[in-house]
Nanobody, 120 residues
């Protein structure tokens, strides 16, 4: 069984920065793709950023140039560095990972979510 645990959310003023972390634990052969999603009240969950095992990244247009996704394969951890935060970035941020656990099992997992609130 695999678990994803997020941390680093909180309250920040507009223009501020936060760094989210998501650590995977359990039986992990490889983490194929790791990503961050967010869901604001009354809105659908949306992809914020993703990173492959090879380090290729993609970002939502709304966060390009402000957010950076990175990963530490030795620690089975993915990070989201968020700069120049705006009130519209307020949401619950979820970690998602596609993980290979053994020769026959590859599936996606979700973390529990961490709240990010951008407000003065």
């Amino acid at each position: 069984q695999v678990q994803l645990v997020e941390s680093g959310g909180g309250l920040v003023q507009p223009g501020g920065s936060l760094r989210l972390s998501c650590a995977a634990s359990g039986t992990i052969v490889s983490m194929i793709v790791m990503a961050w999603y967010r869901q604001a009240p009354g809105k659908q969950r949306e992809l914020v950023a993703g990173i492959t095992s090879g380090g290729s990244t993609n970002y939502a247009d709304s966060v390009k140039g402000r957010f950076t996704i990175s990963r530490d394969n030795a620690k089975n951890t993915v990070y989201l560095s968020m700069n120049s935060l705006k009130p519209e970035d307020t949401a619950v941020y979820y970690c998602n990972a596609v993980i290979k656990s053994d020769a026959y099992t590859t599936r996606g997992y979700w973390g529990q979510g961490t709240q990010v609130t951008v407000s003065s």
